[in-house]
C-alpha cells in the first residue's frame, strides 16, 4: 500500500523559507512522477513543482520557478521554498503517479488526474 505523508509546513514572514518533506513508503520511483500541488482557500489545486523519476525530470511552475526546488533523499521528496511570497499561502500536497507514460507533463492541468495516490496535505503561510 503506498503511503505519502507530508511535513514541514507552518507559518513564514514574507521572504523566508520552509521546507516541505514528503515521506513515501510501498512505492518504488522507477517510470513514475512525484508532484508538488496547493490549493489555497477558494482556489483550484494546482501542480507547483514535480519530478519524474523515469527520465530524471524536474518541472516548476512559472510562478514558483527559481524560488522552489524538489529534492529527493531515499524514500523522502523534499518541497524546498525560497523567496515566499503572501501568494504561496496554501494548502501544500505531494501526489504520486505511478502510471506514467512517455510524454506526460505533470504540472498541465489536466494531469492532475493521473495522480494517483495523495498526502494528506500541510499549511504553508505567509505573511506580509
Known amino acids: 500500500q503506498v503511503q505519502l505523508v507530508e511535513s514541514g509546513g507552518g507559518s513564514v514572514q514574507a521572504g523566508g523559507s520552509l521546507r516541505l518533506s514528503c515521506a513515501t513508503s510501498?512505492?518504488?520511483?522507477?517510470?513514475?512522477?512525484v508532484g508538488w500541488f496547493r490549493q489555497a482557500q477558494g482556489k483550484e489545486r494546482e501542480g507547483v513543482a514535480a519530478r519524474c523519476f523515469g527520465g530524471g525530470v524536474t518541472y516548476y511552475a512559472d510562478s514558483v520557478k527559481g524560488r522552489f526546488t524538489v529534492s529527493r533523499d531515499g524514500d523522502t521528496v523534499h518541497l524546498q521554498m525560497n523567496s515566499l511570497k503572501v501568494v504561496d499561502t496554501a494548502m501544500y500536497y505531494c501526489?504520486?503517479?505511478?502510471?506514467?507514460?512517455?510524454?506526460?507533463?505533470?504540472?498541465?492541468?489536466?494531469?492532475?488526474?493521473?495522480?494517483?495516490?495523495w498526502g494528506q496535505g500541510t499549511q504553508v503561510t505567509v505573511s506580509s
Open positions: 501526489a504520486a503517479a505511478t502510471r506514467v507514460v512517455a510524454g506526460f507533463r505533470p504540472l498541465a492541468p489536466a494531469a492532475i488526474a493521473n495522480f494517483n495516490y
Open positions: 510501498g512505492y518504488t520511483f522507477r517510470n513514475s512522477c
